[in-house]
T-cell receptor, first 118, second 110 residues
Framework: EAGVTQFPSHSVIEKGQTVTLRCDPI?????LYWYRRVMGKEIKFLLH????????ESGMPNNRFLAERTGGTYSTLKVQPAELEDSGVYFC????????????????FGPGTRLTVT | LAKTTQPISMDSYEGQEVNITCSHN???????ITWYQQFPSQGPRFIIQ???TKVTNEVASLFIPADRKSSTLSLPRVSLSDTAVYYC???????????FGSGTQLTVLP
């Protein structure tokens, strides 16, 4: 079974440009999450999809970030316009469920996209 | 959200057993304890999850005392390839997302 895949693995763009990151979750996983780690900081949650619906986007830093998941399959995360502080590693994860009665479903992470804004 | 505290780093030698302890004093009744592992240039990977006493799988064991205010991840006979960052997480029962702390950098030496 294929794991979570992310594309590209690395992107270098200039400040003000636009970048779109893509995530393909494990087939059959309705739950899809985006996280990021900026330099020297901890991995932080960005948002959560259940199928094509955004369940929680409380971690999105500002309106320069737009996530979509049309058809409930793959997801894209667009940064427009990119700023220097957006540099970091963006992780995507997927899971079959999201947990009940305290038990949290295992989230499967992709390898990440390293974004460098210059 | 239960705050977790774990050592920043640990060193070990190949073949030794490694125990990483995490404290979570304000864990709630319904919270589970979850551990993830992250290798360089990879995303985190689920290792083990438990609620109380002891849980064991092919990778590790998780020991949780009766008061559940701490937990210990035990890695038997580590090898160089176990060098990674290990995260202790206690997601609230209603949580959907994972909240990562700084983790413990385990370095296994030859």
């Amino acid at each position: 079974e294929a794991g979570v895949t992310q594309f590209p693995s690395h992107s270098v763009i200039e400040k003000g440009q636009t970048v779109t990151l893509r995530c393909d979750p494990i087939s059959g996983h309705d739950n899809l999450y985006w996280y990021r780690r900026v330099m020297g900081k901890e991995i932080k949650f960005l948002l959560h999809f259940v199928k094509e619906s955004k369940q929680d986007e409380s971690g999105m830093p500002n309106n320069r970030f737009l996530a979509e998941r049309t058809g409930g399959t793959y997801s894209t995360l667009k940064v427009q316009p990119a700023e220097l502080e957006d540099s970091g590693v963006y992780f995507c994860a997927s899971s079959q469920g999201f947990g009940t009665s305290g038990r949290v479903y295992e989230q499967y992470f992709g390898p990440g996209t390293r974004l460098t804004v210059t | 959200l239960a705050k977790t505290t774990q050592p920043i780093s640990m060193d070990s030698y190949e073949g030794q057993e490694v125990n990483i302890t995490c404290s979570h004093n304000n864990i709630a009744t319904n919270d589970y304890i979850t551990w993830y592992q992250q290798f360089p240039s990879q995303g985190p990977r689920f290792i083990i999850q438990g609620y109380k006493t002891k849980v064991t799988n092919e990778v590790a064991s998780l020991f949780i005392p009766a008061d559940r205010k701490s937990s210990t991840l035990s890695l038997p006979r580590v090898s160089l390839s176990d060098t990674a960052v290990y995260y202790c997480l206690v997601p609230p029962g209603s949580a959907r997302q994972l909240t990562f702390g700084s983790g413990t950098q385990l370095t296994v030496l030859p």
